[in-house]
């Protein structure tokens, strides 16, 4: 859309919440020194919580941005989401971004929302958190979510944080568009529908007569000089993660018909990743992951940058084929960041 020079991608670097104490403190301090712009937490269900998390990393690290990606006000309430996001903050001197979404892996544990329902909760999350954050005491009566006037934090010191918000949805990419900072996709690479999004947060901005927020993108990413080991091993990732993209897949008239899709939610549900992975082709993998070798990384980033104004890449497990994860970061850094 734009001509003008763009300026240089930031890096983020998304790590899950199943390391320990231990080494999440080695792993924030070399990510720091590597350069990265971020470091994002999964907050998913079945991991440790990313608060703790983060909160090791802070006092590891000292300029390096922090947050959860994504916190979800339908397993903590949005003042608690905002409560934790200011301590973080505190702790970090400044340092905290806030990433809020609808969530993933929440029928595992037997929470099962309309996506119409999860839409609404989640735009209510964020404007309730906004509104403790930004010190408004007004009450806020939402349809999920309702504070009484004159509510507030404990702490006079807060101040607003940077909310970035997470999805793949075009109506929720309009709403970013009127009151987030940043928006961000995850385990969508296809440009087609990447342009779509952002055109839906340039008509929400357009709509709130305010700048258009940064347009980020990522997700699970494998880049290796071994491109068929990269497909492999990211294989059961993308099985996995499939089944919450059923809503864009079907309005893209995907190559996976809805019976094949069926299957793979199945075997997902019942822990048979193999098999799901079994039916999981290239030519998915490349929609859901940023895969290959570092030039066919670099020229698939090079044509989305052409087309869209990215901010900034996160870059998600596994992140390669090497042995350990900075390993992998760093081959990251070097071979794609670094050329970008």
Request: neutral net charge; glycine residues 6%; hydrophobic residues 40%.
């Amino acid at each position: 859309m734009e001509t003008m020079i763009k300026p240089p991608l930031k890096a983020f670097a998304a790590l899950q919440g199943n390391h320990s104490p231990k080494d999440y403190i080695s792993l924030g301090m070399h990510i720091e020194e590597l350069g990265f712009d971020r470091i994002y937490v999964y907050d998913d269900l079945l991991d440790y919580p990313a608060w703790p998390i983060l909160g090791l990393i802070a006092e590891h690290t000292k300029q390096i941005q922090l947050g959860p990606c994504l916190v979800s006000g339908l397993y903590a309430h949005p003042i608690r989401i905002a409560r934790d996001a200011a301590f973080l903050d505190r702790l970090s001197k400044g340092r905290s971004i806030l990433g809020i979404g609808k969530g993933a892996f929440l029928e595992s544990v037997g929470m099962k929302f309309s996506n119409e329902l999860l839409r609404e909760a989640s735009i209510e999350t964020v404007l309730l958190a906004q509104q403790i954050l930004n010190k408004n005491e007004s009450p806020f009566d939402g349809k999920h979510f309702n504070k009484a006037a004159h509510v507030k934090l404990n702490d006079n010191t807060i101040k607003p944080i940077p909310i970035v918000f997470g999805s793949c949805d075009q109506r929720m990419a309009y709403f970013a568009g009127q009151c987030c900072d940043e928006f961000q996709t995850g385990e969508i690479w296809n440009s087609a529908f990447l342009k779509r999004l952002y055109a839906e947060l340039h008509l929400g901005s357009e709509q709130a007569k305010r700048n258009v927020p940064p347009f980020s993108v990522g997700g699970i990413t494998c880049i290796s000089a071994d491109t068929k080991q990269a497909y492999e091993t990211v294989r059961p990732l993308v099985a996995l993660y499939l089944p919450y993209l059923n809503s864009i897949i079907q309005n893209e008239h995907f190559i996976l018909s809805k019976q094949e899709l069926e299957k793979v939610r199945h075997y997902v549900s019942v822990r048979d990743i193999k098999k799901a992975a079994s039916l999981i082709s290239d030519e998915v993998v490349d929609y859901c992951a940023l895969v290959g070798s570092p030039d066919q990384v670099l020229e698939k980033i090079h044509l989305l940058r052409h087309e869209i104004n990215i901010y900034g890449i996160s870059f998600g497990p596994p992140y390669g084929t090497l042995g350990n994860t900075i390993e992998n970061l760093k081959f990251i850094k070097d071979e794609v960041v670094s050329k970008l």
